[in-house]
């Protein structure tokens, strides 16, 4: 098949006819809904990236599995050169759209599920790996998007799968047939849900012995009988529908999070990578965690870059550009965001070969990266409100300009440093505003903070991953203590 163009993956999304339920309605013609449409520009651009002789030696990639030129967004990582590219990457497409692009989790799952099925075969003697080969190859030679979905519904924290109220609140094998399973549950916040051709299911924890039916990797098609989508909204997410575009913020793109339910859907055994074997549910979910952790250290820096630009241009704007408190936030910004990065890179470049061939992040160094995600753009978005000035949660719409009499005063009295329009002034204000409380701060501050796992789960790992004993023992040896 080769590498596709923007407009043909479009196509292709278009042809599996999917429907959903948005903002209370059955909808049919998803790639003409207002809501969707930016979310798969986003993701269409990352194809067309793959063609711009610009960036097509970033995006490109001869793949080791099917010996041909592939996105690098399907590519299994062959060197830590190789995890290094994946982070420009996506901070590339981030400072293009300003949102997120939605293809990395479908990636990090194809890369945890490369290695993990490698190490269960040569345990268990199952053939994982080969089925999960030939599907990727699949994947890489027709140039799909895959959703990674991991996390499950969950119901009360304090309980265990098989404790629950309802056992489909944790994703489960409802039924073992000779030729495949059926599935049943949901997995909850599925970003660019809508826009995939294939979904990779995996364990949401680190199941026990007894708890065989959670233990669950596969993959199904998006259009598979038994699935049913549920619209995640976002804020401010109507303005999309409104004639007005200026007071979305981002005037092209957007993001997307799709709840998704199975409701006994049919996979066969060609498509199961996991059928039960609890002993690789955890290494699967902290290989996949630490891809997605290292992901963040491209994708969130990316929109801080529009931030930071966005906000260092309403000063501008504001006639404030000289003040050193104002330049003193701009550079703190930017140390923030610089630092988020430097952990994305530092991660891969310390990653290691996995038996199976392909490469894995530095865990400790991912989760690190992670850690900071959940706090640093939080500062930054606090710091961009600083400087913007409270027109930013005060603004009037955009239609009011076509008013002869509110225009005239919107004109007046929101014009400040002459050398730019008032328009666009307004435009600037509605990017921060989309990025620090509207639609955008979905993937920039709350994704941040719970995607790829809450803060616990990588204080979790930093603990597991240090090695205090090796350094109290190093501490003893130093000081002679016995
Ligand atoms: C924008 C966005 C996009 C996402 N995209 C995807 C995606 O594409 N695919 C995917 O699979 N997932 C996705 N996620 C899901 C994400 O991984 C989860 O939100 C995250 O793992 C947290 O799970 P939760 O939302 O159920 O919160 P919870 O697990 O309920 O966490 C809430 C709080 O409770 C604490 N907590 C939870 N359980 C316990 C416990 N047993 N004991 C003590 N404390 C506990 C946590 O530490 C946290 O502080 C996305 C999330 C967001 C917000």
Request: charged fraction near 25%; charge should be negative.
């Amino acid at each position: 098949m080769g590498l596709k163009k923007g407009d043909e993956y479009l196509k292709s999304i278009k042809s599996l006819g999917l429907k959903a339920h948005v903002l209370g309605e059955k909808a049919e013609n998803l790639p003409e809904h207002g809501l969707v449409e930016p979310a798969q520009k986003a993701v269409a651009f990352t194809y067309d990236a793959a063609q711009d002789k610009e960036t097509r030696d970033l995006f490109c990639v001869e793949s080791a599995l099917c010996k041909d030129v592939v996105n690098r967004f399907s590519h299994l990582h062959q060197s830590t050169d190789d995890l290094v590219n994946k982070v420009k990457m996506q901070r590339y497409c981030g400072i293009q759209t300003g949102c997120c692009f939605q293809r990395c989790v479908g990636l990090d799952a194809a890369n945890a599920i490369f290695s993990t099925t490698y190490e269960c075969d040569q345990k268990h003697a199952t053939d994982y790996h080969e089925r999960f080969k030939d599907y990727w190859r699949w994947i890489q030679q027709d140039d799909l998007v895959v959703d990674g979905a991991m996390t499950d519904p969950k119901g009360d924290r304090s309980k265990r799968p098989i404790e629950q109220s309802d056992p489909d609140l944790f994703l489960r094998i409802k039924e073992q047939r000779p030729d495949g399973i059926i599935i049943s549950g949901a997995k909850l916040h599925q970003t660019g849900m809508l826009n995939s051709h294939e979904i990779l299911i995996m364990p949401t924890l680190t199941m026990r012995p007894g708890e065989e039916p959670w233990a669950v990797c596969c993959a199904v098609p998006t259009n598979a009988r038994g699935i049913h989508y549920i619209y995640g909204r976002q804020s401010s997410d109507t303005r999309k529908l409104e004639t007005y575009h200026l007071d979305v913020g981002n005037p092209v793109y957007g993001g997307q999070e799709v709840m998704t339910v199975f409701d006994d859907v049919y996979v066969p055994n060609e498509r199961v990578f996991m059928n039960g074997e609890v002993d690789f549910s955890g290494v699967l979910v902290e290989r996949f965690a630490s891809y997605h952790r290292q992901s963040y250290g491209g994708c969130k820096t990316e929109v801080g870059d529009v931030l930071i630009g966005a906000t260092a241009l309403i000063a501008k704007m504001n006639g404030v550009d000289k003040a050193s408190h104002i330049n003193d936030k701009i550079v703190e910004m930017i140390h923030l965001n610089e630092t988020i990065y430097a952990c994305g890179i530092a991660c891969s470049t310390t990653g290691e070969q996995t038996s199976a061939g392909n490469f894995q992040v530095n865990m400790l160094l991912a989760n690190v990266c992670k850690l900071n995600v959940t706090r640093f753009p939080y500062e930054l978005a606090r710091l961009a409100t600083d400087v913007a000035g409270g027109l930013l949660g005060t603004m009037p719409a955009a239609a009011e300009l076509e008013d002869p009499l509110a225009g005239k005063y919107i004109q007046k009295y929101l014009s400040a440093n002459t050398q730019y329009k008032t328009v666009d002034r307004m435009k600037v204000l509605r990017l921060i505003e989309n990025l620090v409380v509207g639609a955008g701060a979905v993937g920039y501050l709350i994704e941040s903070m719970h995607g790829a796992g809450p803060p616990a789960a990588q204080r979790i790992m930093i603990r597991r991953q240090a090695q205090i004993e090796e350094k109290i023992d190093q501490v003893k040896a130093f000081l002679s203590i016995k």
